[in-house]
């Protein structure tokens, strides 16, 4: 199976020359993912929207490279408060509960923009029909 770049038709994945995925092989490794919501481009002001739309946006790009998010298996989280994990904390438990990826939370300094509250990356392993 050939490599294959996934976009989400964001103008800042060719300026910064990255994409949204690659998929190769069994694996699918999704870019850090911050909270915008690609239909309206804004950026909610609060971490479990923020949250919530990475996952979405997350899910898009699995899907659009034949993955499900039942195929996650390495999730990593970078939050710029640390006072925002438990909310964080809430939706990755309603959308990973299940899943359970192995994961890592890292609290940092900051994101790209002042607004951007967390921002995911996530691997996925395709399951075997």
């Known amino acids: 199976m050939s490599r294959r770049l996934i976009s989400t ?9 990255y994409s949204r995925a690659v998929v190769d092989g069994d694996f699918a ?22 949250t919530r739309n990475c996952f979405k946006t997350i899910e898009a790009a699995l899907k659009e490279g034949g993955f499900a998010m039942t195929d996650i298996v ?17 939706v990755c438990g309603e959308v990973l509960g299940d899943i359970r990826p192995a994961a890592t939370l890292l609290v940092v300094a ?20």
């Open 29 to 50: 490794f999704v870019a850090g993912t911050t909270g915008y919501d690609y239909a309206t481009m804004t950026m909610p002001a609060d971490v479990t929207s923020q």
């Open 9 to 17: 038709g964001s103008p800042f994945e060719k300026t910064a020359g």
């Open 110 to 129: 900051g994101l790209l923009k002042p607004e951007m509250k967390v921002e995911i990356e996530v691997t996925a392993k395709r399951r075997s029909p």
């Open 74 to 90: 390495r999730a990593t989280y970078y939050l710029t408060d640390v006072r925002n994990a438990d909310a964080h904390f809430a």
